[in-house]
């Protein structure tokens, strides 16, 4: 405890424009290398960049979510630095004039307190390609197709104190950049990774201690390990006697630990000018607003109303608001089973439906039980055609694509006997056939009433209404 960790992110969102972001080539995934990388994008002599739109609209859009400045005018520079899979000898970006100026983003910490991060910017930026070292013996081949992608660098201040804040703060704005739609952050196929700036002082020590970045870091865990390992390493320098070296690093997840990349730059080696090629971006007032206008309803305004209009626990809304397809597919369900059943609703969302989408590895859009299936099967266990526990075998058949629940429960003979005078008859027959178990029970051990409920489900398969179950045993008993 006698050190104190400093933390600062740099995210890089890679967003959702089907061109790039100065050429009207495809950013597609997946494609052949080198198939979706035209002249801009290789800085062919002659070729004049021409800036995206939807790249600028996007990048306002986050700047308006987490209440930062929007620049008026901003200018895109050239980043000069020489890199194989940086075919122009540099790459377009921004500097002093970034188009996100300050804002702010609000993390949960574990028990449950907030803390505000400070975001001290987000510039547009193309991104680089891509250098494959696997499929090469002895050599590295280089794919170019992402050259040109348009980037989001959101730079975080240095407000983290470890490294699972740090992991909230990515959650946190991977969970926002989805929800406005402006990146699909897919970490493992890099739309949505990070670089890490983490130092280490003594507590009570104001000045901060030399940093060193972690780069590329594209998961929520190996975020976390790259810190952790990253600040015993310091602190092991430190008390050493040793002195930090300010550099750029690598984590190898395999090894668990960080490695020396280079020594690390500053602003002044990248040789900072205005791109001659590209005017300054002038932003207006009206197109901020209408921007505004088609702002979504954003991760924290939708868990504040699903805990106040649907009764749910913070945890319930929490969860169900961690994404925007989670969140909508909850309230379909809801509204094609009960709004009073939105305890019950929340509960198959995040157990059999999360549990049956990881087991697969899917995403909840690719579902096969659509919200309003799910929906539908809630309503029969709501009205008592069947039990929960015969609606986890339903929703089985379903997902196997059986069918709907009503087409499930007709074709398996599932629906729950709520008859009395049917469940009365076969009371009677259990506690006929146990009479020993009978005469404990009556002479006090209460534990056997669950051996009695046991008995007459098996009895019934399972399809007798347990609640009736329970009422009419403990009178005949």
Not at 186 to 208: H, I, L, P, W, Y
């Amino acid at each position: 405890m006698e050190w104190e960790t400093v933390i600062g992110l740099e995210i890089h969102a890679q967003l959702s424009t089907r061109s790039k972001i100065f050429s009207g080539a495809s950013t597609a995934y997946g494609a052949e290398p080198n198939t979706q990388a035209c002249a801009v994008d290789l800085g062919l002599p002659g070729v004049l960049p021409v800036l995206n739109e939807k790249a600028v609209a996007m990048a306002v859009k986050l700047g308006l979510a987490i209440d930062a400045e929007i620049t008026p005018r901003s200018v895109f520079a050239r980043k000069n630095y020489f890199y194989p899979d940086l075919p122009k000898g540099y790459q377009i970006s921004q500097y002093e004039l970034p188009v996100v100026g300050r804002g702010h983003l609000e993390i949960e910490l574990e028990d449950g307190e907030t803390k505000t991060i400070g975001v001290t910017r987000a510039h547009l930026e193309e991104d680089a390609g891509k250098s494959l070292h696997e499929d090469f013996h002895g050599m590295t081949g280089i794919d170019l197709n992402r050259a040109g992608t348009p980037l989001l660098e959101i730079v975080s201040e240095p407000d983290m104190r470890s490294p699972r804040e740090a992991v909230a703060y990515m959650k946190k704005m991977h969970s926002l950049v989805r929800y406005l739609g402006i990146c699909d952050g897919n970490m493992q196929e890099g739309s949505f990774r990070c670089d890490a700036n983490v130092s280490v002082r003594r507590r009570g020590t104001e000045k901060f201690g030399t940093r060193t970045e972690i780069k590329n870091l594209n998961s929520f865990r190996f975020l976390e390990k790259a810190i952790e390992f990253e600040v015993e390493r310091q602190i092991d320098v430190l008390e050493g006697g040793g002195a930090v070296v300010q550099e750029t690093r690598l984590f190898d997840p395999d090894k668990g630990e960080t490695r020396s990349m280079r020594s690390k730059e500053e602003a002044n080696d990248y040789r900072y000018f205005p791109d001659p090629d590209l005017l300054p971006l002038d932003i207006d007032s009206t197109f901020i607003e209408q921007i505004r206008a088609e702002l979504p309803e954003l991760p924290d305004e939708k868990k504040n109303r699903f805990k106040t209009h649907y009764g749910l626990s913070a945890y319930d809304a929490a969860t169900l608001t961690t994404s925007r397809e989670m969140a909508d597919y909850f309230e379909a369900v809801v509204e094609q089973a009960d709004a009073g059943q939105a305890k019950m609703a929340a509960n198959w969302v995040m157990g059999e439906l999360s549990g049956a989408l990881n087991r697969e590895g899917r995403e909840i859009g690719d579902s096969p039980v659509s919200a309003q299936a799910l929906g539908g099967l809630l309503a029969r266990i709501q009205d008592n055609t069947i039990s929960g526990k015969i609606a986890k075998e339903v929703f089985e058949a379903m997902w196997a694509g059986e069918g709907d629940a009503d087409t499930v429960i007709e074709a398996k003979g599932l629906k729950q006997i709520t008859d009395t005078g049917a469940i009365e008859q076969v009371i009677d027959q259990v506690i006929a056939d146990n009479p020993k178990q009978l005469e404990q029970y009556r002479s006090g051990k209460d534990k056997l009433f669950g051996f009695f409920v046991g008995q007459v489900m098996k009895q019934t398969g399972g399809k007798a209404n347990p609640a009736q179950v329970n009422e009419l045993l403990k009178k005949k008993l």
